[in-house]
């Protein structure tokens, strides 16, 4: 008999979690990180799966580039499988330029304490050092406890250092799937359409699928093995590497490979227990419409705008910031609208560790004056 304060009835849920992701609060999808805390909050908590996020790049890419290893090197954290395609670098080199994972604040406050402690000439008291070791304790019993294991960490979003790269037994312990263009296609064939649609988009969608497939990421198969996330991620679709001219004509036919092949993928990605990266060079394509369709076959989409060889470089209004990040379009998943973040007015910064993305109270100060006026 069921009690006066509940029911007999308990529904019960059977759940399996996959490393490196959390559902959200908000609407139950199943979110992973892109590899920048800040990022997250701005996009509604992280990425969900099954999603596809576009980055436009900034002139120089490097800003664009370095999102896109930050988004890997999450993946390589959390256990997760990767698949990285590129027609300018190979996918080994990209691998190889992943940024170190940062280990908790612990650990550098403690080693910063011993070469203090080794390098001054008091050290040698025992009394001192006794009174050292007891402030220190003291200091921090409530921390956690240090992160010594990253592989496979169950940890939402990890802050990296882009100083240092990730180390090789790190690297390999994930499975990474590579294309690299040139090496896929021949040169004379990349521009050949195969159903209104490039013969490189081709070869690439059809070895994303394959991946998705026999690795068992294919959501509509029974499960056989663990359950995990195929991370995506392909640097600069769209350029003339890729046999696209969308940036020297102004028809919007041109884009017509790109859109389908755009179409083509995030149906893919629906169905999967995967989502994808990729940057574009918005900047070269000319006609407006082509944007707009890109945006639209998109779920999340960001543009970058690096104050490199720009006059905002050298306003010190801007001294404190790298580029602009702007949010062009948030999904909406699961509900009737999408969370959208309370301002739009954001910038990002490059540390000398850490990349940010943070509220620009220049480009805040400067609207209200506008709206004002």
Not at 24 to 39: A, D, H, I, K, M
Not at 330 to 344: G, Y
Request: aromatic content about 8%; charged content about 20%; proline content about 3%.
């Amino acid at each position: 008999m069921a009690s006066c304060g509940g029911t007999s009835f308990q529904r019960k849920v059977r759940s399996q979690r996959v490393s490196g992701t959390r559902p959200s609060l908000r609407n139950g999808q199943l979110l992973l990180s892109t590899g920048v805390p800040s990022l997250d909050y701005i996009i509604g908590g992280g990425l969900a799966v099954g999603t596809l996020l576009l980055i436009e790049e900034d002139s120089y890419e490097s800003y664009s580039r370095m999102l896109l290893k930050y988004f890997l090197a999450e993946g390589v954290v959390s256990g997760h499988s990767l698949f990285i395609a590129s027609a300018k670098d190979h996918p080994e080199e990209i691998l190889q330029e992943l940024p170190a994972p940062l280990l908790d604040d612990v650990i550098e406050t403690n080693e910063t304490i011993r070469e203090t402690e080794d390098n001054s000439g008091n050290s040698n008291n025992s009394t001192t050092a006794a009174q050292n070791s007891m402030t220190i304790a003291w200091r921090y019993q409530n921390l956690p406890k240090v992160q010594t294991a990253l592989t496979s960490s169950s940890r939402f979003g990890h802050y990296y250092n882009v100083s240092k790269t990730m180390s090789t037994e790190l690297q390999q312990s994930v499975k990474c799937h590579g294309f690299f263009l040139p090496d896929e296609v021949p040169l004379d064939l990349t521009v050949m359409e195969c159903g209104n649609m490039n013969f490189g988009y081709v070869k690439l969608l059809k070895s994303i699928q394959r991946v998705i497939r026999e690795e068992g990421f294919d959501g509509v198969c029974p499960q056989t093995k663990q359950r995990n996330i195929l991370r995506v991620g392909i640097h600069s679709l769209g350029s003339l590497l890729w046999g696209e001219d969308i940036g020297l004509h102004e028809n919007a036919k041109h884009a017509c490979s790109l859109t389908k092949f755009l179409y083509a993928l995030r149906g893919l990605l629906r169905t999967s227990l995967s989502a994808c990266i990729i940057t574009v060079p918005a900047y070269l394509i000319q006609n407006k419409a082509i944007t707009g369709r890109v945006v639209k076959l998109s779920d999340t989409v960001i543009g970058l705008e690096s104050f490199n060889v720009s006059e905002r470089e050298s306003n010190p209004l801007y001294k404190d910031y790298h580029g602009l990040l702007h949010v062009r379009q948030i999904p909406r998943l699961n509900s009737l609208f999408c969370e959208v973040p309370d301002t739009k007015d954001l910038a990002f910064k490059l540390k000398r560790k850490l990349f940010t993305i943070e509220l620009c109270l220049v480009v805040s100060a400067m609207s209200a004056m506008v709206e004002l006026s």
